[in-house]
Nanobody, 121 residues
């Protein structure tokens, strides 16, 4: 599967942004899909993940502010980001893994190119 992320940009603190990830080559119905981010000088970290059964998981810093979802056709994944903070500034990556029992213990198999989100104070 190939992943194409879009929707990044510059937004003021407190604002909202929605990232999109389009899959090609396969639907995402049997994939765990997620978003990771990497800020300058920091390690890459999980932001949110949605499993094959549509259960979701969020990193503590974004809990209650970000929402991950996917469409019924399972070809698109979204990350709705609200109440953005300067510390959310990072390159965001769309990811997918097709292991039936993927638990996040290892990095996902498939990665899209990143999309830059910049939050100004």
């Amino acid at each position: 599967v190939q992943l194409q992320a879009s929707g990044g940009g510059l937004v003021q603190a407190g604002g909202s942004l929605r990232l999109s990830c389009a899959a090609s080559g396969s639907t995402l119905r049997l994939y765990t899909v997620g978003w990771y981010r990497q800020a300058p000088g920091k390690q890459r970290e999980l932001v949110a993940r949605i499993s094959r059964d549509d259960s979701t998981e969020y990193a503590d810093p974004v809990q209650g502010r970000f929402t991950i979802s996917r469409d019924n056709a399972k070809t698109m994944v979204y990350l709705q980001m609200s109440s953005l903070k300067p510390e959310d500034t990072a390159v965001y990556y769309c990811t997918a893994d097709d292991h039936p029992y993927y638990d996040g213990a290892s990095p996902p198999t498939y990665w899209g190119q990143g999309t830059l989100v910049t939050v100004s104070s």
